[in-house]
């Protein structure tokens, strides 16, 4: 087993950026799928994005289409969530997680612990 350790999170304006990592210290992330969630307050945890084996195997949920994007760089051992336009609604709790066999349809085996984003003026 390991641990997903997620960073970038903060207090952003409504149109600003924000770009989250995440790793796994002391494993290889790159026979796995990455997939990024969020947990709004008072709302069920749902999909963002998810990346299999390279930056082409990807998918977004459509409230994030055009805005977000996500990539890996296996020689850093980390996957970025690069959030651009982020909007009041973005608001939550961001969680990654690891898909085996790099299919980001079977369910995580593994997942951080969070980073808060909290997009207001």
């Known amino acids: 087993q390991f641990q997903l350790v997620e960073s970038g999170g903060g207090l952003v304006q409504p149109g600003r950026s924000l770009r989250l990592s995440c790793s796994a210290p002391?494993?290889?992330?790159?026979?796995?799928?990455i997939g990024w969630f969020r947990q709004a307050p008072g709302k069920e945890r749902q999909g963002v994005s998810c990346?299999?084996?390279?930056?082409?195997?990807?998918n977004y949920a459509d409230s994030v289409k055009g805005r977000f994007t996500i990539s890996r760089d296996n020689a850093k051992n980390t996957v970025y969530l690069q959030m651009n336009s982020l909007k009041p609604e973005d608001t939550g709790v961001y969680y990654c997680?690891?898909?085996?066999?790099?299919?980001?349809?079977?369910?995580?085996?593994?997942w951080g612990k969070g980073t808060l984003v909290t997009v207001s003026s």
């Open positions: 997680a690891a898909h085996p066999l790099l299919d980001c349809t079977l369910s995580a085996d593994y």
């Open positions: 990346i299999g084996s390279d930056d082409d195997d990807t």
């Open positions: 002391g494993f290889t992330l790159d026979s796995y799928a």
